[in-house]
């Protein structure tokens, strides 16, 4: 539905290089990537702020890229919602019907939909300054959802509002979403968010999209070092790949189900990874003798650090540290299946 | 350095601070009061004259006139310095700054050649737009000393608005015209209103230009400062102190309510060079 081909940008300290990509209809796609690294720039891109350096964008079978911002349909809600001050809420929502004339009947109809639906009746004759967060947010997404846009663009939604209301804003997100049906391109520097909210993800570094898929796919095969680091694997190696086996330090070698010869990088998330006092007479192929240097208990789960000759964070339940009674110095065994390990 | 003469040099510094405020802001009102104090027992008098009368009705209608035009041009051309990037906008920013750095005087000479010499002049003149010795000419010279400051009251403004604000009432399907029309002149309301006030201010004691351009003559281009100045040259001290105590209300009056208005952000001088 939305088709980025090539895509190119400078403005100012942000650059992005070379942006493909393509949004389905009606899908939740996110864009995630660190601070600075011009999501929003590219937004603004699609919304029409800036004319692309070069490259086109397509939506359906017609490009746009040179399109007034007026001329696109597109919802836009900014971080900070840039909600219009001198307006009520009511005034605010009713501003894009206003300008592209959409008759009283249909208006109203619009209007009394996206209010209820949004549930903020109670609140439509006050003044932005007046609004909590969340309030902001639900009017931004009523100003923009209301002129029923094409694709809805949504610049951090969430990262303004407190962490205790965020979880329930990302429901609203996607109760919105499985409504409207609205395409909706969200972007993010909180991989968590991604996780939760969007159909795919495209994960945004230094200007270009390094990788695309579902959530889960990038999550369990980051396809680099940088995504790997960034959705946030534990354990990440450097090392030297010989056949199935990997060096990741001296006399430390790992199986795996990928045969390779040269440098890799190593992940293995911490939660495949089993600790028990014996060794473990299991089918996983790796089996290490060492020793805990840290307990950092985030009750229900426990992070445990052994040191094996490099250190490898395991994620167990608080309870079963409790019950084997893991402490500092322990000598444990590290269990963990060829197959729990990717090789980049 | 010991705790007692530490002491010792702080109280001197702020004593001298204190006295130096003391000073200036007791020598402003002495200095004003002067002319408040000879003024205003005769003001009722003095204004009942054919004489200052016509300089009001003077003064005012220049200076009302002169303002709506630099409203007129400067709300273009304020929204196009903030907003829009062109070719030569730095050489226009220098140039708009011109008349500002310009003594009104030097200004008022640089109209009189213009329209006083030329054929564009003369032409103008000959379509009935006659500048040279006439209270039109009072209205252009008030209008190019001022408008300079009209556009840096507004696009000050204007700069303070958050362009995204323009930018998401265009995805909602306003054109530029509309948005700047819906959203940031309204946002810019109280900078607009603060450049009213201080553009008509400044039009109503302005006197340099005009003089150049308008001249002064006695009921013919008598504004209220021409009117000071032509008095006091020929001794009539009640009828000039009468004009420059209506001066003085009108100025403070409209510098409290351009700092009302949030003016003191702007930064200027309200009388220039």
Known sequence: MLQLKGLQKKVGNFELKNI?????????????????????????????????????????????????????????????YALFPHLTVKENIMFGLKVRGVG????????????????????????????????????????????????????????????????????????????????????????????????????????????????????????????????????????????????????????????????????????????????????????????????????????????????????????????????????????????????? | MGKGRVEGQNIIFISIVAVAIAFIVGFIILAISMILVRGTPNILSSVATREIQFAIKLSFSTSIISTILCILVAVPVAYGMSRLNFVGKRFATTVLDIPIALPPIVSGV????????????????????????????????????????????????????????????RTLGCTRLQSFVRITLPLVRNGLVAGIIITWARALGEFGAALMLAGATRLKTETLPVSLFLNMSVGDLELAMAAATILIIVSVGSLFIFEIMGGHRFEISRYGA
């Open chain 1, 20 to 80: 493909n990509l393509d949004i389905h209809e009606g899908e939740y796609f996110i864009i995630v990537g660190p601070t600075g690294a011009g999501k929003t720039v590219l937004l603004e891109l699609i919304a029409g702020m800036y004319q692309p350096d070069a490259g086109e964008i397509w939506f359906d079978n017609t490009e746009i890229g040179k399109l007034f911002p007026e001329q696109r349909n597109v919802g836009f809600v900014y971080q900070d």
């Open chain 1, 104 to 344: 009283t009947g249909e208006s109203k109809k619009r209007f009394n939909d996206i209010v209820s639906f949004l549930r903020i009746e109670y609140m439509l004759d006050r003044f932005p300054s007046t609004l909590s967060g969340g309030e902001k947010q639900r009017t931004a997404l009523a100003r923009a959802l209301v002129t029923l846009p094409r694709i809805l663009l949504l610049d951090e939604p969430l990262s303004a509002l407190d962490p205790q209301i965020k979880r329930g804003f990302q429901e609203e997100l996607r109760r919105i979403h499985e409504a409207t049906k609205t395409t909706t391109l969200h972007i993010t520097h909180d991989f968590a968010e991604a996780m939760t909210l969007g159909d795919r993800v495209g994960v945004l570094h230094e200007g270009k999209i390094v990788q695309v898929g579902k959530p889960a796919d990038i999550f369990r095969r980051p396809n680099s070092y940088f995504v790997a680091d960034f959705v946030g694997v534990e354990n990440i190696f450097r090392g030297e790949s010989k056949g199935r086996t990997v060096e990741i330090a001296p006399e430390i070698r790992i199986r795996t189900t990928y045969p390779k010869d040269g440098p890799v990088v190593l992940t293995l998330r911490s939660e495949d990874i089993i600790i028990s006092r014996e060794k473990l007479d299991s089918s996983a192929q790796n089996n290490f003798q060492g020793q805990i240097v840290e307990i950092n208990d985030q009750r229900p789960l426990c992070r445990v650090t052994v040191d094996i000759g490099i250190e490898i964070v395991a994620l167990v339940t608080t309870q079963t540290v409790e019950d084997f009674n893991f402490k500092l110095g322990d000598k444990v065994w590290l269990a963990f299946k060829s197959a729990a390990v990717h090789v980049l």
């Open chain 2, 110 to 169: 640089a109209l009189l050649l213009l329209f006083g010499t030329t054929s564009f002049g003369h032409a103008l003149a000959a379509w009935g737009l006659e500048f040279v010795f006439t209270p039109l000419g009072i209205v252009l010279a008030q209008f190019f000393v001022n408008v300079p400051y009209m556009i840096k009251v507004l696009k000050s403004s204007i700069d303070d608005i958050d362009p995204r604000m323009e930018f998401v009432a």
